[in-house]
Nanobody, 121 residues
C-alpha cells in the first residue's frame, strides 16, 4: 500500500505565496520522478512541475519564474513553492510519484488526493 499525502493548500490573496508538501509513504522500494499537476474547475488536469531523483527539474511555462519544485529523497517528500500567485492558479493541486514497490515490480505512477489552492482577494 502506497500513500501520497499533500498539504499546504489554502486561500491566498493575489501576489501571495504558498508552499505545498507531498509525502510518499508505505511499501516503497524506489522513487524515480515526482511532480505536481493541477486541475481547475471544468478544465483538464495539467502539468505544473516535475523533478527527477537526481534533482533535474521541469516547470510549465505558465508558472516558470514563480513556482519552484524541490525534493528530499531521504524523506520521500516533494515541495512546490508558489510565489506571486494569480487568480488563474486556482485549482486542486495533485502530487505524483513514479515508484516501484519492490525490486521486481514495474514502475508505476501514484497520485495524492489533491489539495485546494484558491487565489482570490
Amino acid at each position: 500500500q502506497v500513500q501520497l499525502v499533500e498539504s499546504g493548500g489554502g486561500l491566498v490573496q493575489p501576489g501571495g505565496s504558498l508552499r505545498l508538501s507531498c509525502v510518499a509513504s508505505g511499501r516503497i522500494f524506489s522513487i524515480n520522478a515526482m511532480g505536481w499537476y493541477r486541475q481547475a474547475p471544468g478544465e483538464q488536469r495539467e502539468f505544473v512541475a516535475g523533478i527527477s531523483s537526481g534533482g533535474r527539474t521541469n516547470v510549465a511555462d505558465s508558472v516558470k519564474g514563480r513556482f519552484t519544485i524541490s525534493r528530499d529523497n531521504a524523506k520521500n517528500t516533494v515541495w512546490l513553492q508558489m510565489n506571486v500567485l494569480k487568480p488563474e492558479d486556482t485549482a486542486v493541486y495533485y502530487c505524483n510519484a513514479d515508484l516501484r514497490t519492490t525490486y521486481y515490480s514495474v514502475w508505476d505512477r501514484y497520485w495524492g488526493q489533491g489539495t485546494q489552492v484558491t487565489v482570490s482577494s
